[in-house]
């Protein structure tokens, strides 16, 4: 068993309709090796100077993302994707499992695609595939997302300096009821049925501080990670 989410990895598809994935997903054909890639562009950040060059203010705009890769064109194999010119109608939702399918993969809820198409002697037509994240339904951009893993609601939460004695709660999808366990003794995780609800208690520390809930159920597992920001 892996420890990381390297290897080979599968990579599938659904259909988006209205930012949320449809949950028709189909595996794609294998990349060629080594060319899937994630890279992350850091959002614009502005800077509010004034005379002298001193900072007094900055504006950080969100990151944005591009998943990567290269499909050979193989014969009387139907293409992925079909492009016009380059350009694939309709929205995507795309999910990468590692090797390791407990390891941690990530999952793109809405995006559109693009294809290039090139040729050389040495590996014959091949397809670069990219697609480009956008904002989905709800949540972030880019998600974590484990093939088998727990499946939960959430995997982070976050709480003001104060005091929460009603909580934040987690749906779980699970056969069994689950059990949580926070790795810090300032947050606290109950459970009820397929819901765990996790509390904090006051940050009187002057520091933000992070807490890990482990949720288990039906033999699989998952990490919410639990932030407090100080007062």
């Not at 892996?2 to 988006?16: E, N």
């Not at 009821?177 to 609800?197: C, D, L, M, Q």
């Amino acid at each position: 068993m892996a420890v990381l989410s390297w290897g080979k990895p599968r990579i599938q598809k659904c259909a988006s309709v209205a930012g949320v994935p449809d949950g028709n997903w189909v595996d794609l054909d294998t990349p060629k090796q080594d060319t899937t890639k994630l890279t992350t562009t850091a959002g614009q950040e502005v800077t509010a100077n004034e005379e002298g060059g001193d900072v007094v203010d900055v504006r950080s705009g969100k990151n944005t993302y591009s998943l990567e890769f290269d499909q050979f064109v193989k014969k009387g194999k139907a293409r992925d994707f079909e492009d016009e010119d380059g350009l694939v109608p309709g929205e995507f939702a795309i999910r990468l499992i590692p090797e390791d399918e407990a390891t941690e993969g990530l999952l793109i809820e809405r995006a559109t695609i693009r294809v290039e198409e090139n040729y050389s002697a040495t590996d014959g037509k091949i397809r670069h595939v990219v697609v480009k994240a956008i904002k989905p339904a709800a949540g972030k951009t880019l998600k974590p997302y484990t093939h088998n893993g727990l499946t939960v609601s959430l995997s982070e939460l976050f709480f003001t300096s104060a005091a929460d004695t009603t909580g934040k709660a987690i749906t779980v999808t699970s056969t069994a009821n689950p059990t949580a366990v926070s790795s810090e003794r300032w947050a606290t995780a109950e459970t009820s049925g397929k819901t765990v609800k996790v509390k904090v208690e006051a940050n009187t520390t002057g520091k933000l501080r992070k807490a890990v809930v482990t949720i288990t159920a039906d033999g699989k597992s998952a990490l919410v990670e639990v932030t407090q920001i100080p007062a």
